[in-house]
């Protein structure tokens, strides 16, 4: 079974339904045979590379609420946040381009298939939601790519260049054709989707369905004399 995640590794809900749905599979009987593969999906193509504001500051002018107001729209996440384990800064954080952010995570997938894309898609996530650091600089983006265990020669040729960006917005482009639009958004065996951060109780049924439809039960209409592991009866 395969789940695909679009995300932002600026996106608050996306790293609480990344810890949701981990959650889901820990207690899922069939977790060893589940692909997760993750798929960028920018909230603000636009935001600058070089940071000038504070999320709040953002958050502030762009639904027109004092910086007291945003302040309090960012507490309220930060405590479902907590409820999944996380400590989020968000008065920390900054407005800013992911996209270098996501290239990385691509060039993961190249190295390390989808177990270490994983690894570097939750330490971008710690790095700016519980550290508070600027993932749009490359010198955080060096240190966090190596620290997972990325190549540093091409950690320095993907940062140097342009190199999948075509990708990137080619995974924008699929979550649109998908219906998306905002993240987290999670599709399931290309058959099943699922908006936004729900909670583990519903993650935990989509797997269960999933699973059952691909793997349906033959039913018996009839039984008779058989062999068995403990031999035939006579």
């Given at each position: 079974?395969?789940?695909e995640?679009?995300?932002?590794?600026?996106?608050?809900?996306?790293?609480?339904?990344k810890r949701?749905?981990?959650?889901?599979?820990?207690?899922?009987?069939?977790a060893?045979?589940?692909?997760?593969h993750?798929?960028s999906f920018?909230?603000?193509?636009?935001?600058p590379?070089?940071?000038?504001?504070?999320?709040?500051?953002?958050?502030?002018?762009?639904?027109?609420?004092?910086?007291e107001?945003?302040?309090?729209?960012?507490?309220?996440?930060?405590?479902?946040?907590?409820?999944?384990?996380?400590?989020?800064?968000?008065?920390?954080?900054?407005?800013?381009?992911?996209?270098?952010?996501?290239?990385?995570?691509?060039?993961?997938?190249?190295?390390?298939?989808?177990?270490?894309?994983?690894?570097?898609?939750?330490?971008?996530?710690a790095?700016?939601?519980?550290?508070?650091?600027?993932?749009?600089?490359h010198?955080?983006?060096?240190?966090?790519a190596q620290?997972?265990?990325?190549?540093?020669?091409?950690?320095?040729?993907?940062?140097?260049?342009?190199?999948?960006?075509?990708?990137?917005?080619?995974?924008?482009?699929?979550?649109?054709?998908?219906?998306?639009?905002?993240?987290?958004?999670?599709?399931?065996?290309?058959?099943?989707?699922?908006?936004?951060?729900?909670p583990?109780?519903?993650?935990?049924?989509?797997?269960?369905?999933?699973?059952?439809?691909?793997?349906?039960?033959?039913?018996?209409?009839?039984?008779?004399?058989?062999?068995?592991?403990?031999?035939?009866?006579?």
């Amino acid at each position: 079974m395969k789940i695909e995640i679009w995300s932002d590794v600026v996106c608050p809900w996306c790293y609480i339904g990344k810890r949701r749905i981990e959650n889901a599979l820990a207690e899922f009987e069939h977790a060893d045979e589940v692909e997760v593969h993750w798929r960028s999906f920018q909230l603000d193509p636009g935001a600058p590379t070089r940071p000038t504001e504070s999320t709040t500051v953002m958050l502030a002018r762009k639904y027109g609420q004092s910086p007291e107001g945003a302040q309090q729209m960012q507490d309220r996440v930060e405590a479902v946040a907590a409820e999944e384990g996380l400590a989020y800064r968000l008065s920390q954080t900054l407005h800013l381009n992911t996209v270098d952010a996501h290239r990385l995570i691509h060039l993961a997938h190249e190295q390390g298939g989808n177990e270490l894309q994983g690894r570097v898609k939750e330490a971008l996530l710690a790095a700016y939601f519980t550290e508070g650091r600027n993932v749009a600089d490359h010198a955080v983006l060096r240190e966090v790519a190596q620290a997972e265990g990325l190549d540093a020669v091409r950690v320095e040729e993907v940062l140097g260049s342009r190199e999948f960006e075509s990708d990137v917005h080619a995974d924008v482009a699929q979550a649109q054709a998908y219906g998306a639009s905002g993240v987290p958004f999670f599709v399931v065996d290309e058959k099943y989707g699922v908006s936004g951060a729900q909670p583990t109780e519903v993650f935990t049924q989509v797997l269960e369905r999933a699973w059952s439809e691909s793997h349906p039960r033959i039913e018996v209409l009839a039984t008779g004399d058989e062999c068995g592991p403990d031999g035939c009866a006579v």
